[in-house]
C-alpha cells in the first residue's frame, strides 16, 4: 500500500489520538506506521538512520562526546552486540489483533516502557536543549529522567510535562544537594535516580583527544564545592531529602541491588553509563538476568545500554526489565530534527516492539518472559 504525503499527514492527524493510546489494533498500527514514516522522512527509518543523520547535525567535537565510551570502547561495543547474539524463538497462531504496550512503574501509567536516559547538556545538539527533549518525550508518551547536567531550568522541563519526569541525581556538596533535590520535587518531578556508577568518569579517551570542553555558556547546574565518592551510608540523607522514592542507576552486580534494597532503593537501574565509565564490564542486557534473580520483583528493574532496535527492547523486557531507557539515540533525534526528530526515535522504537510482540505471539509486556528467548 503507497500513501500520498498528504494522505498520511491526514491520518496522522487522525491518528493522534491513537497514537497516545495503549491499546492499539493491527489496521490503526500499519496505519499509523505509513502515517510516521512520511511525515519525517522516508530514509529515516530506523535508529541508526538517525545516528547517521545526526552526524552532520553535531559539532565534530560534540559529537565525540556524546558518541565516545571509555578507553577502548569495548562495553560500547558489547552493549549493542549482545543484543544481536540473543535469538527470538516466536509462537504462532495467538491473538494478537490488539496490542498493549502498557506499564505501571512505581504508581505512574505510561503507554509503554521506552523512557529517555539521562543525559548531559542537550544543548550541544539542539539549541532549545531539555525544553525540546521533554516536548518529543510529552508527544510520544515518553517518560523522561532529567540530567543533573541539564542545559535548561528543571522548573522550564517540568512545565512542558512529559508523562513522568524523574530527576537523575550527581551528589556534590551536601547543602548544595540537598536543595537542589528539593528544587527537583518541587519542580513536579516525582523520583530521584541517583547515579552510583561515577565517583569519576572513564578514560575517555576518545572525548579527551577530541579537546572537548563544556562550553562555558552552557548553565549546568554544578556547585564549586564538590563532595565525592557517596557511599552507601549516604543513602540515608540523599532519601531523607524528599519524599521522592529513590532508584539507583548503575548497578551491575547482583549484590550491590540486595544492598540498595536494602537501603530503601525503590527500583534498581541496570547501567554501564553507554561503555562511558569503566570498560570492559558486560554488556547490560548479559547483566540483567542476574540482578532480576537477585531483586524477586521487590522493586522495578530497567535496563539502558545499547538498545536500537524494538527487539533488543523485548529481548530486555523478556529477561525481567519493567521498562528501558535509550541514551544516545534519542539526543540523535534531537540533533535532526528537535523535539519532532525525539518524538520520531521512539515513535519507531515503540512501533518496532509492537511489531516483534505480534510476530512473537506475546500481546501484552505482562506475556514477555524468558520462554521468547531461544537458549
Ligand atoms: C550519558 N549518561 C549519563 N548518565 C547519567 O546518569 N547522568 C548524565 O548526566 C549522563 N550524561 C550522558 C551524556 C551522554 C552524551 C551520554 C551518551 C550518556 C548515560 C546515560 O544515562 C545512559 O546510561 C546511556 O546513554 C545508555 O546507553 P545508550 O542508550 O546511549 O547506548
Known amino acids: 500500500m503507497t500513501v500520498s504525503r498528504r494522505d498520511a499527514v491526514l491520518s496522522t492527524l487522525a491518528l493522534t489520538a491513537s497514537s497516545m493510546l495503549a491499546e492499539r489494533t493491527t489496521a490503526e498500527r500499519t496505519a499509523l506506521a505509513h502515517a510516521e514514516h512520511a511525515r519525517f522522512d522516508d530514509k529515516l527509518l530506523n535508529l541508526d538512520d538517525y545516528e547517521q543523520a545526526a552526524r552532520s547535525k553535531i559539532p565534530a567535537v560534540a559529537w565525540e562526546y556524546i558518541e565516545g565510551g571509555a578507553a577502548d570502547e569495548i562495553t560500547v561495543r558489547w552493549n549493542r552486540d549482545a543484543y544481536r547474539a540473543i535469538r527470538l524463538l516466536p509462537r504462532q497462531l495467538k491473538d494478537v489483533g490488539t496490542l498493549d504496550t502498557r506499564v505501571t512503574l512505581l504508581g505512574h501509567d505510561l503507554a509503554h516502557p521506552i523512557?529517555?536516559?539521562?543525559?548531559?547538556?542537550?544543548?550541544?545538539?539542539?539549541?532549545?536543549?531539555?525544553?525540546?527533549?521533554?516536548?518529543?518525550?510529552?508527544?510520544?508518551s515518553a517518560g523522561m529522567v532529567l540530567s543533573s547536567y541539564t542545559t535548561v531550568p528543571v522548573e522550564s522541563v517540568a512545565a512542558i510535562k512529559p508523562p513522568l519526569l524523574w530527576f537523575q541525581l550527581y551528589v556534590q556538596e551536601k547543602s548544595y544537594t540537598r536543595d537542589l533535590i528539593q528544587r527537583a520535587a518541587a519542580a513536579g518531578c516525582t523520583a530521584l535516580c541517583l547515579t552510583v556508577d561515577t565517583p569519576n568518569s572513564g578514560a575517555r579517551n576518545r572525548q579527551d583527544r577530541s579537546g572537548f570542553t563544556f562550553p562555558?555558556?552552557?548553565?549546568?547546574?554544578t556547585s564549586a564545592n564538590v563532595?565525592?565518592?557517596?557511599?552507601?551510608?549516604?543513602?540515608?540523607?540523599?532519601?531523607?531529602?524528599?519524599?521522592?522514592?529513590?532508584?539507583?542507576?548503575?548497578?551491575?552486580?547482583?549484590d550491590d541491588a540486595e544492598l540498595g534494597i536494602q537501603a530503601g532503593a525503590a527500583g534498581i537501574m541496570v547501567s554501564n553509563h553507554g561503555g562511558r565509565n569503566l570498560d570492559t564490564t558486560p554488556a547490560t542486557i548479559d547483566a540483567l538476568p542476574r540482578v532480576v534473580d537477585k531483586v524477586r520483583g521487590r522493586v522495578p528493574v530497567f535496563v539502558d545500554g545499547g538498545i536500537r532496535r524494538g527487539t533488543d527492547v523485548l529481548k530486555a523486557l523478556a529477561n525481567g526489565a519493567s521498562a528501558v531507557m535509550i541514551g544516545r539515540p534519542y539526543v540523535h533525534g534531537l540533533a535532526v530534527n528537535g523535539a519532532a526528530g525525539v518524538t520520531a526515535v521512539v515513535n519507531i522504537l515503540r512501533h518496532e516492539l509492537e511489531l516483534a510482540m505480534a510476530l512473537t505471539g506475546k500481546p501484552t509486556i505482562k506475556s514477555?518472559?524468558?520462554s521468547v528467548i531461544f537458549a
Open 115 to 140: 523512557l529517555l536516559a539521562p543525559t548531559a547538556s542537550h544543548r550541544l545538539a539542539h539549541p532549545e536543549g531539555e525544553i525540546a527533549t521533554a516536548r518529543g518525550a510529552r508527544d510520544a
Open 216 to 221: 562555558p555558556n552552557l548553565p549546568h547546574i
Open 227 to 254: 563532595e565525592y565518592p557517596i557511599m552507601w551510608k549516604d543513602l540515608e540523607w540523599i532519601r531523607a531529602a524528599s519524599s521522592m522514592p529513590v532508584l539507583l542507576k548503575g548497578i551491575l552486580h547482583p
Open 368 to 370: 514477555l518472559d524468558r
